[in-house]
């Protein structure tokens, strides 16, 4: 596997992927979709939800199929099942299940045993680039081949002329230090504060967690009111100029009182000059800090050996 250095400063290209319809003649018109995606494979979909949220959009990380509307409704929606590997056994069960109700299914993966499924049962696919990379760093590659699935032409063009921000950053991860990162952002900005947990998670090996404004007010923010343990915690604002101004004022007025009982706090201003561009530009500059983060500990930012331990016990045993 390539260093994550050449990682990084090749991210942008992923953008330049054709993605190529297997089975094309069989890709139905579909008004709606439903994604089947776990760990690094979902957030693509997210990170579509998030730049077009009046998209007809469910995801799904789970095994089966999610809870959804009469079957009418389903007969006019794509289930697109996504697994990097291509042998999550929660996203062939997804699968699986849609096939069997006789759903449209689509199918992304660089190979494995689902595209084997779609080959198998003249399912259209795309085959992605094998490119050696953990499923959190080909969200470039899967966004594409989503979009694609999507009738969503312009959308990728746009993506192919972003101004990314690649350069590396080392000042968030020396500010998070060993503090436990808590997320906040906006409902709007939901999946980055999200996605900005799951990579530390993932990349840095340490805890992290995520949250949204106004919904915070209303709970979470009690849990640091006597001040108990808030100096083992670090405060990230994700910050955006195109929030509500009430949600703007809400953030203002929290760090102020997480600051006054000993929190620390930071804040974190999406940059860009339209929606995935801020979007893109915050999945890169997370990317960084996790790794410097983990460049801290001695840790290797690529490998998750836990996740690795836990499918082989899964697997062992019945």
Do not use: C
């Amino acid at each position: 596997m390539e260093t994550f250095e050449k990682l990084m400063a090749d991210f942008p290209k992923q953008f330049a992927f054709e993605p190529r319809v297997e089975n094309a003649e069989r890709l139905p018109k579909a008004r709606g979709f439903v994604v089947g995606g776990m760990g690094g494979s979902h957030l693509a979909a997210d990170l579509i939800k998030a730049a077009e949220p009046n998209l007809d959009l469910i995801i799904h990380k789970n095994y089966g199929l999610p809870t959804l509307p009469i079957k009418s409704e389903l007969m006019e929606k794509l289930f697109i099942a996504v697994s990097y590997s291509g042998d999550t056994e929660e996203i062939l069960d997804f699968a699986e299940q849609a096939l069997v109700k006789k759903f449209a299914v689509t199918a992304i993966s660089k190979g494995g045993k689902l595209i084997t499924f779609a080959q198998k049962n003249n399912l259209p696919h795309i085959v992605l680039p094998e490119a050696n990379l953990p499923p959190r760093l080909a969200t470039g590659f899967v966004t594409t081949a989503l979009l694609k699935f999507m009738g969503q032409e312009d959308e990728i063009a746009s993506l192919r002329v972003i101004r990314f921000a690649i350069e590396p950053n080392k000042k968030i991860a020396e500010v998070i230090g060993n503090y436990i990162p808590i997320f906040y952002a906006s409902e709007k900005n939901e999946t980055l504060a999200n996605f900005w947990k799951i990579i530390i998670n993932e990349t840095s090996k340490q805890p992290a967690f995520a949250n949204v404004f106004p919904e915070l007010n209303h709970n979470e923010m009690t849990g640091f009111a006597n001040g108990d343990r808030i100096s083992d915690f670090i405060f990230v604002f994700i910050k955006d100029e195109d929030d509500q101004s009430r949600i703007i004022k809400r953030m203002t007025m929290t760090k102020q009182i997480l600051a006054e009982l000993g929190g620390k706090v930071l804040d974190i201003n999406l940059t860009g000059a339209n929606r995935w561009e801020k979007i893109i530009n915050s999945v890169l500059l997370t990317h960084w800090t996790a790794y410097y983060l983990a460049r801290t500990k001695n840790l290797d930012p690529l490998a998750t050996p836990i996740i690795e331990r836990f499918k082989d016990l899964i697997k062992a045993k019945p």
